[in-house]
């Protein structure tokens, strides 16, 4: 039977789910032995979700510092792509992929890198940032793309003419063809 929808009741079951979640982790972290075990935790992205969204990637293991692993994919500290973790967990066992077997690399363990203040704060905060830079890549391109068309038609009627560009269109021709090699 479907449950009827009530104001809050979500945010009441994902509070469960995850102190459910905390709980099992703890259990299974007492219950591996830390000088021999590795226990890898991943997180699948929130279903429902349209867009792309960082979730977790946690490494505990023998001769593993805490901090931000180091992916060779991404080239930022504390990111790793979901194709990095099959290759980190067979590293992990001792048992590395041969190169080109995946699109994916194990990330570096050792070379564990310190965030900032509060290096969880920046990720989610990074996630804001790339969520805004996500939803403004269309519109911005669409201008972008109207102006080139309205700048290239400015040109062909001056050539059909045979006349002279203006000096704006000159400049704005010039700045088109610079700004794609800047980005």
Do not use: H, K
């Not at 226990?39 to 023998?62: D, M, Y």
Request: with cysteine; aromatic share 4%.
């Amino acid at each position: 039977l479907p449950v009827a929808r009530r104001p809050g009741r979500e945010a009441v079951f994902a509070r469960r789910a995850r102190a459910a979640t905390d709980r099992l982790v703890a259990d299974l972290l007492e219950r591996v032995d830390p000088e021999r075990d590795a226990v890898v935790l991943v997180a699948a992205s929130p279903e429902g979700w349209q867009e792309p969204r960082l979730t977790l990637f946690a490494v505990r293991a023998p001769g593993v510092t805490p901090g931000l692993v180091d992916s060779s994919s991404t080239r930022q500290p504390g990111y790793v792509t979901a194709s990095d973790v099959g290759p980190t967990i067979a590293a992990l066992a001792g048992t590395p992929l041969p190169d080109g077997e995946t699109d994916g690399r194990a990330v570096n363990l050792a070379a564990t890198v310190s965030g900032g203040a509060d290096p969880i704060e920046d990720l989610v905060e990074a996630e804001r940032a790339a969520r805004f830079r996500d939803r403004m890549l269309n519109p911005t391109a669409t201008v972008f793309i109207a102006g080139l068309l309205l700048l290239s038609g400015f040109v062909a009627i001056a050539l059909w003419r045979n006349r002279r560009l203006p000096r704006a269109v000159e400049i704005g021709a010039l700045a088109a063809l610079g700004c794609l090699p800047l980005t």
